[in-house]
């Protein structure tokens, strides 16, 4: 591929503060977005396509074939599900466990596991016309169940691990499948979003990324994993975390 290739990314839950930071990136370099969220993205460029979907199974299979119908899946090289909750107006993270209740647990696994399941379910004929591509769901470093020292976060913990169980899953299917495609499970870092904003108190200046050092980040350690049928879960600088 050269590097004046126009290629194709498709960013779903688009109006995370990354997703935007690498929505913004691709457009300028010349790419084409796709992006779907559950509310219309403020913005609009001619090489962005924006689509509205509220994440049910039958929405999710309605984006996929107008995506299958209307797009050069040729092109494609990049598809990446940013969608993830930690708290909300009813929700915060579980200090202790007399805070476990089943809304939050509910509400988490729906966001950070079933979501993405469902996504990376009705995305394989898509990404089986892909002449090479990476399939990339934003994760944690606290789904992971090796590195738990601290507890807590009980929600958001168990469901970021089932949504690593989902990405190795998937990737033992789609190494017979769609042998193309890489799966990966991404942590960020803490990043300036609204989903860290309660929790940046005891982050260092230095700790705390700009959403557009990760967007620029996460596509630069995606370049340098190959296609070997393997999932990876890695963090912001490449590096290999614990399942
Ligand atoms: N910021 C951090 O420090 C940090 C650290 C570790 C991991 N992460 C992960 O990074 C990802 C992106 O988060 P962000 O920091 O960019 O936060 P953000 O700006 O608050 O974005 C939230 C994202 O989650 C989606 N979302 C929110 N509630 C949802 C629900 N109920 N059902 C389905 N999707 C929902 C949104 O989708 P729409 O676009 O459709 O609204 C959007 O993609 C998340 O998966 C998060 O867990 C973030």
Redesign the pocket.
Known sequence: MSNTETTLCLVI???????QSLTHQQLAQGNRVVA????ALAFSHPHLTSLVCD?SESDIEAVCARIAHETDLDKLRYAII?????H?DKISPEKRLEHINQYQLV?SF???SI?PALWMQHLLPILQQSSGCHLCC????VGSINDNRLGGWYSYRAS?AALNMLVKTFAIEYARRAKKVKLVAF?????D????QPFQKNVSPEALFK?AFVAEQLLANLAKLPADQQASYIDWQGKNIDW
Do not use: E, M, W, Y
């Not at 779907?36 to 509310?39: A, D, E, P």
């Not at 940013?82 to 930690?86: A, E, K, Q, R, S």
């Not at 942590?187 to 990043?191: A, F, I, L, M, R």
């Not at 979003?193 to 860290?196: E, F, H, Q, R, V």
């Open positions: 839950g688009a109006n995370s503060a990354i997703a779907v969220s559950r509310t994440n940013f969608n993830g909750l930690l909300n509400q729906q966001a950070n979501t934003f994760s944690a470093r970021k942590h960020p870092g803490t990043t979003t609204l989903l860290s959403p």
